[in-house]
């Protein structure tokens, strides 16, 4: 079937469905103008810093090119919803840039969908962007706003450092998504939501803004993205894995795979963040989805113990080169 052209299509899947004037995603949105012009004009709130953020999806290396569209639609914004979440910053708006290597309505309006319900339950709006033709590929870039951002480079020796929720269901989801294997029908539940629906973790960054000395989203695996936080602060950490919260998605694999999936497994857009220990006792009493799993020191590098023992994984997270 022969699609839209560019601006029919522009028109049709996303100004119709974002709001292009000064209501575009509610009074405080700040959007003067939406998509249209050249450029949107913007009003950025008072007194706060802007965060912004991009991230590309490309066919066939972030997700199956076959795959539904509006889930692709929704892990797009939400792995970058999460970078909003790992600076502590409010949702504003995004910006979309399409490759596409047809116009094709069966594949645009599902996307579409997929982005506007998206962007509708995190209270982000769409503001523009750039439409082209070749391979399938999916950029967006994020801004919000921030006043206790939640750097890579504020943590101390001495710090705790907790992870919040569960960590690997997204690395266990992906020979679910490729189709390497018959799962269940709760394993392809949970595979699903894994890795089309992960959450990013807008809310909890907001709990622990206050007591948080360092922070991140963990999008290549714990000990890659800790090793950030090391890095940025100077700093090295140790790891205490006896209590480490494992996806059940994970936990079908020996106890030590399912550890190591946990520990460098990719894509879970959970938070990594390190508090003083002045702080503990007013973050326990929050009662938050997190779990402690070590602390910050001098020496640089990170060592993982198990039962006391040290313990070692093979690999260290993802990465593209
Ligand atoms: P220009 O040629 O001036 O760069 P375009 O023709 O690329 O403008 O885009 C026209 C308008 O449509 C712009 O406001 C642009 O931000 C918006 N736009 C283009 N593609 C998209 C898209 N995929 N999603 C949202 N807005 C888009
Ligand atoms: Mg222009």
């Not at 000990?223 to 936990?251: V, Y």
Request: one cysteine or more.
């Amino acid at each position: 079937m022969a699609g839209p052209g560019e601006f029919e299509l522009i028109r049709e899947y996303f100004s119709s469905r974002f709001q292009t004037g000064a209501q575009a995603g509610g009074v405080d949105s700040g959007v003067v103008l939406g998509i249209g012009d050249d450029c949107a004009l913007l009003t950025p709130p008072r007194g706060k810093m802007l965060a912004t953020s991009v991230d590309t999806l490309v066919a066939d290396v972030h997700f199956p090119a076959s795959a539904d569209p509006y889930r692709i639609a929704s892990r797009a914004l939400r792995v970058n919803l999460s970078d909003l979440a790992g600076m502590n910053a409010e949702p504003l708006w995004f910006t979309l840039a399409l490759t596409l290597p047809e116009s094709n309505a069966a594949w645009l309006e599902p996307f579409a969908r997929g982005l506007a319900d998206t962007a509708r339950l995190y209270g982000i709006t769409l503001i523009g962007g750039d439409t082209t033709k070749g391979p399938l590929s999916i950029t967006v870039q994020v801004t919000g706003s921030c006043d206790r951002a939640l750097r890579r480079d504020g943590a101390s020796a001495g710090d705790h450092i907790f992870v919040s929720n569960q960590l690997g269901a997204a690395a266990a989801a992906l020979p679910i998504v490729l189709e390497e294997y018959e799962p269940s029908e709760v394993q392809q539940q949970q595979a699903d939501a894994a890795f089309y629906f992960p959450e990013p973790q807008l809310e909890l960054a907001r709990s622990i803004g206050a007591c948080a000395s360092a922070g991140l989203d963990i999008s290549d695996g714990l000990l890659a993205d800790l090793a950030h936080i090391c890095e940025a602060s100077g700093l090295g950490a140790d790891l205490k894995l006896d209590t480490f919260p494992i996806a059940e998605l994970a936990q079908s694999m020996s106890a030590d795979a399912a550890l190591e999936t946990a520990l460098t497994g990719g894509d879970d857009y959970q938070l990594c963040f390190t508090v003083p220990a002045k702080y503990l006792d007013h973050l326990q009493g929050l009662q938050l989805p997190i779990t402690a799993v070590g602390r910050m020191r001098e020496a640089r590098g990170i060592d993982c113990f198990l039962g006391g023992k040290p313990w070692q994984p093979r690999g260290t997270g993802y990465r593209h080169f």
